[in-house]
């Protein structure tokens, strides 16, 4: 319906279409699994938060709240220093998150 320009078209086009649409023009993304116009996409959202310097809640994960105080970029560079003077070995970037949260009482967002 109101979608003329699509008559005609395979199914193939449309898929690529829709591709297209999601992967590089960004008019359309995924929330939850399901797509939506871009502006409502978690990617969106990520955006937008990062760019007020605010941390991501996905308001579907209700349990993924924020257990300790967003680290400031001051705290990051100094507990990220700690990390790597006091660890032995390899640190693995999955990691690190978690040893803030464990060591520091601070989340990274």
């Not at 395979?10 to 898929?15: A, D, H, I, K, N």
């Not at 399901?34 to 809640?57: D, G, T």
Request: with cysteine.
């Amino acid at each position: 319906k109101g979608l003329r320009w699509l008559v005609g078209r395979s199914l193939g086009e449309v898929c690529h279409i829709v591709q297209l649409a999601a992967s590089q023009k960004k008019i359309l993304g995924y929330t939850e699994g399901n797509m939506v116009p871009y502006i409502h996409s978690e990617e969106s959202v990520k955006k937008q938060c990062a760019a007020w310097q605010q941390p991501f809640l996905n308001p579907v994960k209700k349990q993924e709240r924020l257990s300790h105080p967003v680290a400031t970029w001051e705290e990051t560079k100094k507990c990220l220093s700690a990390i790597l003077c006091e660890e032995v070995g390899i640190i693995t970037v999955s990691s690190v998150k978690r040893l803030f949260r464990s060591r520091f009482g601070l989340d990274l967002s």
